[in-house]
Nanobody, 115 residues
Framework: QVQLVESGGALVQPGGSLRLSCAGS????????MGWYRRAPGKQRELVAS???????NYADSVKGRITISRDSAKNTVYLQMNSLKPEDTAVYYC?????????WGQGTQVTVSS
């Protein structure tokens, strides 16, 4: 059974930083494209960042320069380092693993940016 478990979400002040983690079981991350998505209140889910099994990364324009995705294959974990957080980054953040027709999601972790 595949499980993706996100952690690291919290309440943080504008300008602050957070690191989200996504740990997998029943799946080998190194053979998947891993992504972080988010859904803000009243909005559709959107891609934040992704990283291929080859290490190529892709970022939403709104987070470029502030957010970095990385993976540790030995730990089967994907990270999302978020700096200079803004109130508009407030959302539930979801981890995703995708390969061909296989598509897995975590349960999400809440990030709230507010003073």
């Amino acid at each position: 059974q595949v499980q993706l478990v996100e952690s690291g979400g919290a309440l943080v002040q504008p300008g602050g930083s957070l690191r989200l983690s996504c740990a997998g079981s029943g799946i080998t991350f190194s053979s998947y494209t891993m992504g972080w998505y988010r859904r803000a209140p009243g909005k559709q889910r959107e891609l934040v960042a992704s990283i291929t099994n080859g290490g190529s990364t892709n970022y939403a324009d709104s987070v470029k320069g502030r957010i970095t995705i990385s993976r540790d294959s030995a730990k089967n974990t994907v990270y999302l380092q978020m700096n200079s957080l803004k109130p508009e980054d407030t959302a539930v953040y979801y981890c995703n693993a995708r390969r061909s027709v296989l598509n897995y999601w975590g349960q999400g972790t809440q990030v709230t940016v507010s003073s």
